[in-house]
């Protein structure tokens, strides 16, 4: 093979490899047991912050079950700050419309369902911020919910 056609391959890869999908600043997963998602089985995310001035999106996956018991999962959310300070806020997310239909992406076995939990979103202080969530519904523990992932998107905005 000549050398021009072996740089040529490489440089395409190297160029679809970059062009691949979201650049997330922070992507994490957490397993949740497959006995159910209980009430003390809060999931951490640690996010390290470096630079104030990004822009991000913010998103939270959910994989579950074709047999979720339920059209919606109420989630708490808290937030500590570098600081101490903690807010906490509910949220309802729909995981099925009234039908019953699906919203996220599903195959044979589970559903992926992305939620935009802010766009345009950025950090004021520096420093490690701790993300909580909890599922906060009325049955404990909750079947169906296989995994729970934050992903933080730089969009590459500055503010």
């Known amino acids: 093979m000549q050398t021009t056609s072996k740089l040529f391959i490489f440089v395409l890869t190297?160029?679809?490899?970059?062009?691949?999908g979201k650049e997330y600043v922070f992507d994490q997963s957490a397993t949740i047991d497959p006995k159910g998602w209980s009430y003390p089985d809060s999931i951490n995310y640690e996010i390290d912050?470096?630079?104030?001035?990004?822009?991000?999106?913010?998103?939270l996956d959910i994989k579950h079950t074709m047999?979720?018991?339920?059209?919606?999962?109420?989630?708490?959310?808290?937030?500590?700050?570098?600081?101490?300070?903690?807010?906490?806020?509910?949220?309802?997310i729909d995981i099925a419309d009234k039908t019953g239909r699906w919203n996220g992406n599903c195959n044979a076995t589970y559903c992926l369902l992305r939620v935009n939990l802010q766009e345009g979103a950025f950090f004021n202080a520096l420093g490690k911020h701790l993300i909580t969530i909890e599922q906060f519904m009325r049955i404990n523990p909750l079947p169906g919910i296989k995994e729970v992932s934050l992903r933080l998107e730089d969009t590459g905005n500055r503010r």
Request: net charge positive; charged share 20%.
């Open 14 to 20: 190297i160029i679809l490899l970059s062009s691949c």
């Open 49 to 59: 912050i470096t630079d104030t001035t990004v822009i991000y999106n913010l998103y």
């Open 67 to 92: 047999d979720y018991p339920r059209q919606n999962i109420y989630l708490q959310i808290a937030t500590q700050f570098p600081n101490g300070k903690r807010i906490k806020e509910k949220l309802s």
